[in-house]
């Protein structure tokens, strides 16, 4: 790996980890910086799953405050993020690659799309504010089903945990973000494990990431909350959109 490819996933890391500790969009500006560099589809989902758990430990850091009181909640949200990312792991593990590869720009495209038709985390907040405390079995099981494509693919599965966390909590934005990154960081970590033993990393471009990725999360919850939120996802799901067209004839072409 040459010093510009270094250089390029330590920024693409950081810029990855700030929009993905608030906004779960991590992987659509950090998985292009991987294929940019050469590597194969597969090969760059695992190494980028690996390296993301970095950018939870940054960002879980900087969030502690707003974890204050939600132990009950994350003991059982984070069990359903284990289960799920460790299912999400087995079946990418029994995907062929050529078969990933080609569901890649599906799930770009899909991801970009959901950002896209989104409301803001404000509304969220506001409609959820008005069914407080609603804890209930289906928020475990939609957690376990959010993990399964985090623990598989991950582009955009921060912003349909948190939608879903705002929606029914009840709880205000900072503090619901806060609870995505430690569920989501945990089943990132069990799929990453799997990973580590059963499939092929590229460590040379999962180390400058990771940094990149651990500097962005301890930036995130206190950079990013000042920068337009609507503007910032609709940014990055055009080039979303634009990144799965390219893939997509590459993959079909």
Known sequence: MSAIEFLLLVLAGIGAGLVGSVAGLAS??????????GLPPLTANVTNTVALVLNSVGSVSASRPELTGQRSRLRRLGAAGLLGGATGAVLLLLTPSSAFEKLVPFLIAGASAAILVQRSPRELA???AAHPHRDHG?????TFAVSIYGGYFGAAAGV???AMFLLVTGEGVP?????KNVVLGMANSVAAVGYIFLAHVAWLAALPLALGFFLGGRLGPTVVRRVPQTALRRVIAVLGLGLAVYLGIGAFG
Request: proline share 4%; net charge neutral; charged share 10%.
């Open 28 to 37: 659509l500006i950090s998985y292009p910086a991987l294929l940019a560099t």
């Open 126 to 128: 506001a409609e959820g």
């Open 138 to 142: 289906g928020l475990a099981v939609g």
């Open 160 to 162: 349909l945990m948190l």
């Open 175 to 179: 503090r619901s973000n806060a609870l």
